[in-house]
């Protein structure tokens, strides 16, 4: 459980806008979530719906794959 909450919160790639996925099928990650939301409030970040984080018209992806407003 703790390598789920490490993984997720210390990815270098984590920032805003960040979409992260958690297999439901995994041993301990409903164990891990509460914890893992905890430490991401923590940290500043906001839980959002993903609805809520696609751009839907006018948007480039960059080289790593995130949405970027034009």
């Known amino acids: 459980m703790d390598s789920i ?3 997720v ?3 270098k790639h984590l ?3 960040s979409i992260i ?3 439901n099928g995994a041993k301990y990650t409903a164990d891990a979530l509460d914890t893992l939301i905890t ?3 923590e940290k500043g970040y ?3 719906p993903i609805s809520e984080l696609i751009y839907r018209d006018n948007y ?3 080289h790593e794959g995130r949405q970027i407003g034009n």
């Open 5 to 7: 909450i490490k993984t």
């Open 9 to 11: 919160t210390e990815h």
């Open 15 to 17: 920032g805003n806008g």
């Open 21 to 23: 996925l958690c297999h």
């Open 39 to 41: 430490t991401l409030e």
């Open 46 to 48: 906001q839980i959002v």
């Open 60 to 62: 480039h992806l960059d």
